[in-house]
């Protein structure tokens, strides 16, 4: 179902009344505005553009703002749900997938809508601006949040905004891409607090400083001594960010640095893993090099100006300033990511074709979706759902969201987990159930399309596939192939039946007895009236086709 701007607007009004019929929320909201437009509490930039801003300050404390331990949209869409009219509840997923970044328009998408590549993730979206469409041109600067529109297409927020700049698109282009190779990783997560920051001038009072200097002086309010903070700093600045930089990694190191200020200290832990963790990237990048020994030296100590009004040039400046007093996009886009890490495959000798980057998607769909699941069910679960990445490896064709169904994600499921002789019952329940999880979370954050036959089929798929695996360990063969047959039932117990009528039905009553049921698949070669089985397969196998 494909949600109306109508749709969209009285979605996001029924939000920000929720919020302000509280008095408790609205004042948190209303503390809130200070932090995303510090100082004065409320936008800075040219007057008529304060209505985006306003949109802009809800997204991000709806979709961005933690609230007692989860987002705030988490705990307003029950209330939300009930008062909604059923053609607008019936549009809750869009709200729940949104992405904000920095995205350049590549050109028509037809119907209306235009390709959006997205600088910091990669992906291209058909998106409808809700702009005229003489008002937009190839190569303009598009910063701000989509919202997935249902049937592959995204609408615009309309507190986006539009940058024309060949220059200002450079700047971005070339932090992004320092960024991204500075940290080993490819898909990068973008906050729209910082974008607010970098293209509308409200910075953040502590980012005239380096992640060093916010960490010393974080460090310096928990009691720590002068000695203490040096040591801490120099190992961070003497550990070597691990080339593979998934999230055990990562996160060992820094729990060590944590467990000293956990006994020795009342610090905010959570706060304190956040500021490690950036000034760790912050040292180890080389182009930071020279910025650190002014960071020393305390020559970092002027403002950066803030943009008077919202045009391209004020753009340029405030984004050249903000990285010359060492918040660079490097870093601004590394502290967004760098809780999980996860590396991807190096895309950089690809070339693009019809539009599109040629670079797998899957591997930045599970980076994600690992963030995600680490920020709602915490790290044991990141942890587990990354027996996903060597999984998906096998989808490295899709290149672009639209490619993927969900009836993809059960193949695999159905396919891969059970064409490797060696994999035990353990793993594949775990893979089994964490595949599920990252389908539904696709079809409600990217709009990967809903597929009823495929969920029914994800309920029951991975007591088959432990089932499955078990025929299969009977069988002690090394590879799959042969033809494919469907397992039925008989009084005579299970057969499958040959094509050709010169062969008669042939019984499997003996792979029954190691669990082989009705509906399942079989792989193998007829010798002699028998089938010779290689691979059985899971009865869900039918949903993917």
């Not at 904000?100 to 291209?124: C, I, K, N, Q, T």
């Not at 002068?226 to 961070?236: M, T």
């Not at 467990?259 to 832990?269: G, K, P, S, V």
Request: hydrophobic share 40%.
């Amino acid at each position: 179902m494909t949600i109306t701007h109508r749709e969209l607007d009285l979605g996001m009004s029924l939000f920000l009344e929720l919020i302000q019929g509280d008095e408790e929320l609205r004042s948190i909201f209303a503390s809130a505005r200070a932090e995303y437009f510090p100082g004065t509490g409320a936008f800075s930039g040219n007057p008529q553009d304060a209505p985006a801003a306003e949109m802009r300050l809800l997204e991000w404390f709806l979709f961005e703002h933690d609230l007692k331990g989860k987002l705030t949209i988490e705990g307003l869409m029950p209330e939300w749900r009930q008062l909604a009219s059923p053609q607008l509840a019936a549009q809750e997923s869009v709200f729940l997938g949104t992405m904000a970044s920095m995205f350049v328009l590549v050109g028509p998408a037809g119907d209306g809508l235009h390709w959006l590549r997205d600088l910091a993730g990669l992906g291209e979206f058909a998106t409808d601006l809700r702009t005229p469409a003489d008002a937009v041109q190839v190569g303009d600067l598009v910063v701000g949040r989509l919202y997935s529109g249902g049937d592959s297409t995204h609408i615009l927020s309309p507190g986006a905004g539009c940058f024309r700049d060949e220059e200002l698109l450079k700047a971005v282009q070339g932090d992004v891409d320092l960024a991204r190779n500075n940290g080993q990783r490819k898909a990068l997560r973008m906050r729209q607090v910082d974008l607010e920051a970098m293209f509308w001038g409200s910075g953040k009072k502590d980012q005239t400083t380096t992640p060093t200097h916010r960490l010393r002086s974080f460090l310096d309010e928990g009691g720590l001594s002068a000695d203490e903070i040096d040591g801490l700093v120099e190992s961070l600045a003497q550990q070597p960010l691990p080339e593979d930089t998934s999230s055990p990694l990562i996160a060992g190191y820094i729990s060590e640095l944590l467990n000293h200020l956990a006994f020795e200290t009342d610090i905010d832990l959570t706060k304190a893993q956040e500021l490690f963790l950036s000034c760790w990237v912050h040292l180890q990048s080389a182009t930071n090099g020279a910025v650190e020994e002014r960071d020393d030296a305390g020559d970092l100590t002027s403002d950066a100006q803030i943009p008077e009004q919202q045009d391209t040039k004020s753009a340029v400046d405030a984004f050249s300033e903000d990285r010359t007093a060492g918040l660079d996009a490097t870093e601004s886009i590394s502290r967004l990511c760098e809780r999980l890490g996860i590396d991807v495959e190096d895309d950089s000798d690809e070339t693009e074709t019809d539009g599109h980057s040629g670079a797998p998607v899957l591997p930045l769909l599970l980076t994600e979706y690992l963030w995600d699941i680490g920020r709602t069910d915490g790290e044991e679960a990141t942890l587990r759902h990354a027996c996903l990445e060597e999984p998906l490896t096998t989808l490295d064709d899709i290149q672009i969201v639209e490619e993927l169904t969900a009836k993809r994600l059960l193949l695999l499921g159905c396919t891969v987990l059970v064409q490797d002789p060696d994999v035990s019952v353990e793993q594949s329940e775990v893979v089994a159930t964490a595949l599920e999880r990252f389908c539904r979370w696709c079809v409600e954050h990217h709009g990967v399309p809903k597929d009823e036959d495929v969920e029914r089929a994800f309920e029951s798929f991975p007591a088959s596939l432990i089932r499955v695996i078990g025929v299969n360990k009977a069988l002690n063969t090394q590879e799959a192939s042969g033809d494919w047959f469907i397992v039925e039932a008989s009084e005579g117990g299970l057969v499958v039946r040959p094509d050709s009528p010169d062969i008669p039905i042939i019984s499997l009553s003996a792979l029954a007895e190691h669990g082989l049921e009705e509906g399942d698949f079989v792989r193998g070669a007829i010798q002699q009236d028998e089938l010779v089985v290689t691979r059985c397969y899971p009865r869900e196998l039918s949903a993917a086709k």
